[in-house]
């Protein structure tokens, strides 16, 4: 009899697909996040969009050429990139297609205009239906496909699909209640209510945008497995033709010397595919455009609308029925990919899609509405389980550098049969005939499972990929490395030198509270930056919606202060290399704001500048609103100078970064004073512009925003002005918040649990977070550094 921990292990952990998920690692985890949070913004959008046109007063038939154009350039635009994405490169791609969802988003969070509307949805990544019509999934399935084995594949896939109908679900549960939760607040409209979804809408692009920053060069197709097309026809050429397999003429070449060699056709940027892929796919695609035509008619929607018409449901009943569907749906799919280990790809697509099938053909003939019920529940149930093996399939049939070209060919054939199917769907209802369509749609279904059986399950599977040998060696060996690299006595930096100051007898405690200042003083230091990010983005809010009630509640701000949170801690998470862009982006918004208070804000302010007693007496060295006057001059401006050392509090974190070696501290240290000089002969100078630039100090204390800062730049800007600035001093706050993110990561990861001999737990933590900090070492160093000194595991400290 197997232990709790055995099953748990066994059926919990590898049947279920999460040990094939754990190990294909960091980048099929963030396509997988990736895709959720596209699916939240589709979920979303499928709900709203339609009555989003009703409540702009659109009339029916161009809301029907709204929603065609769209699954028209979704579909086009899907074949396109996906013929394309192998060469121009998949992260890129990827990318591609986030920015511009991110652009259908915010197009529709901002306009109302009809033909503004129509082309950003076009062009831009909208999805009309709810499902993933775009450009991203044949490139996420081939890459997945690129990062598994034969053995993991299709368990890789099963996540990725159940995470995706999880994620559907709750965008449009979220969105619907959005919607209902906003319209009850004063001032708020249905088409606030929705411009907001759509904002969200964006949000979950630019979350999937810094997903797909964090990729890894594993994503992109080997370039050994990139065959020129020319190389291949010069070579059968050569084989071919019955001169040139003659003898060769060795004297007459080298009187006639080298021939030089042809130039290299440019490699084309399309894909091609392969006669032997294509005389597999053609079998593949005809059978699978039938059973696309035949859930086109039998679609949901549809099936709803017959559930309806037949037995005159309640909505919430309907509502119910759908959603345990669905629910069933996604929790089946994750049994696809063990299914498919043991019984094979084929015989799981079969016998998972049968009862489906047969559920779909015999829907018309119960008269109990329980009956229908238990129908609906067993096509839905097992109808999503074939989408990861079939993935799969054609993974294991096609050639590695075909697989993104075929994926998205198969995507769009699947697209354009499932909207035909409707039609008929119509025609027969129209007649009065709507149960012939589940009939019809059944017998079809059957007919693609019989054919899908014969055709296929003889099939060579995996011939196109190499036998792949698990890096055990290598593993174990890196893992060697960085144990030895972390027993060094400087690993452990401020630690380590702590213990040496305070001594054999002082050490451990010193030591101890070093470790524990920091990370109690870092856990305050994050959320209070980015509070003060909040403070901005608030009083803009203030400033366009000065009538927004909601804007004044403190639940609010603490949830603006955690989204932002978020954004702040994905970097530090996901990549070194997103993380450096935020870096750059700080440093550009920083040299912007710098040209705003030394052109713009003067130039505004050109005739009206503050007098020099206005400035330091009133301002600078008042209080009680100015009216008294409480140090001398001399030392509120060496507090203020003095105030440029919070430089020392930001390089903090590049101390930590760099704490392993003392020469690596001597770079830092001579950065911190370099950067706090700069700070000096920066910041003085544009506080004093700043404080001259004052229109009127008393509005400026005596203002309700959550920053008087704004009404400092309403004086001077404007309020579309001070919007703005504000918005981008939120931004650049924000991306601050990251950098303390940076430091607080190690604190309270690395440092503090270690205190009080948790040396377990902060191992576990060690190996299921990869932050990608350069490896293993970045956490064990530390680790084994501060235990050694904290709880007297080394036997022999040397003392200075």
Known sequence: MLSVSAFLNKYAYHESGLASLWTTGRDAWLIIFARCCRMVAYGASSLILALFFNELHVSDSRIGLFLTLTLVGDVFLSLVISLIADRVGRRRTLLFGAGLMMLAGLTFALSENYWVLLPAAVVGVLSATGGDTGPFRAIEESTLSELT????????????????????????????????????????????????????????????????????????????????????????????????????????????????????????????????????????????????????????????????????????????????SYFLAACSTVFAGPLSRHIGLV??????????????????????????????????????????????????????????AVMGITSTLRTLANVTGPSFTGLLADSNKFWIAFVVGGALRLAYDVGLFVMFINIQLYKHEPVQVPPTLSFIVSLAMAEIAAAFPTAGGIYFWSYALGGKKYGPIL???????????????????????????????????????????????????????????????????????????????????????????????????????????????????????????????????????????????????????????DTVAKGIWAATLCAW???????????????????????????????????????????AVLAILWIDSTCATASCFMSAQRETLNYAPICIGIITIVSLIGWILPFGLGGRHWFTGPKRTLSETVCGEREEVKEK
Not at 193 to 206: D, E, K, N, P, Q
Not at 214 to 238: D, F, M, N, Q
């Open 511 to 665: 030591s101890w509270m070093t470790a524990w200042w920091n990370w109690v003083g870092w856990v305050c230091v994050v959320p209070g930056v980015q509070q003060g990010a909040t403070n901005f983005l608030l009083s803009a809010l203030e400033i366009k919606y000065p009538n927004l009630s909601v804007l004044t509640q403190g639940w609010f701000a603490w949830l603006l202060t955690a989204i932002g949170m978020v954004f702040a801690m994905l970097p530090n998470i996901l990549s070194q290399r997103v993380l450096r862009l935020y870096f750059r982006f700080a440093v550009f918004i920083f040299f912007v704001l710098f040209a705003f208070y030394w052109i713009w804000f003067p130039i505004k302010a050109a005739g009206k500048f503050q007098s020099a007693s206005g400035v330091f007496d009133r301002f600078y060295n008042g209080i009680n609103e100015g009216s008294e006057k409480q140090a001398s001059d001399s030392y509120a401006w060496v507090i203020g100078i003095l105030f440029g050392a919070w430089e020392f509090y930001g390089y903090d974190s590049s101390a930590h970064l760099a704490e392993e070696t003392h020469e690596a501290s």
């Open 149 to 324: 084995v034969p053995t993991t594949r299709a368990d890789v896939l099963s996540w990725y699909i159940t995470t995706a109908a999880l994620g559907s679900a709750l965008g449009t549960a979220a969105a619907g209640r959005m919607v209902e939760w906003l319209t009850a607040k004063d001032g708020w409209s249905l088409l606030d209510a929705y411009h907001v979804c759509f904002g969200v809408y964006a949000m979950m692009g630019g979350m999937a945008s810094l997903a797909t920053l964090s990729l890894s060069g594993k994503c992109e197709l080997k370039p050994t497995t990139i065959v020129k097309e020319h190389e291949t026809g010069e070579a059968a050429e050569r084989l071919l033709d019955g001169h040139e397999l003659g003898p060769v003429d060795i004297d007459h070449q080298a009187l006639d010397g080298a021939k030089e060699p042809k130039p290299e056709p440019k490699a084309s940027k399309i894909a091609r595919i392969s006669k032997e892929t294509r005389s597999i796919m053609y079998a593949l695609w005809f059978l699978l455009m039938v059973d696309s035509l035949a859930d086109g008619m039998v679609s949901m929607s549809l099936t709803a609308y017959y559930m309806d018409e037949k037995f005159h449901l309640s909505k919430s009943t309907l509502g119910d029925v759908l959603s345990a």
């Open 347 to 404: 015989n799981t697509m079969v016998i998972t899609h049968i009862p489906s099938s047969a559920a779909v053909l015999f829907f018309p003939a119960p008269r109990s509405e329980w009956l229908t019920f238990a129908l609906l529940l067993l096509r839905v149930g097992l109808n999503n389980m074939d989408q990861a093996p079939r993935a799969a399939l054609i993974a294991a049939v096609v050639k590695p550098e075909e697989r993104t």
């Open 681 to 723: 002969l920066l910041s003085v100078p544009t506080l004093i512009m700043v404080l001259f630039c004052m229109q009127d100090f008393d509005a400026i204390i005596s203002a309700n925003y959550t920053n008087n800062w704004a009404e400092y730049l309403i004086q001077l800007l404007g309020e579309d002005a001070a919007v």
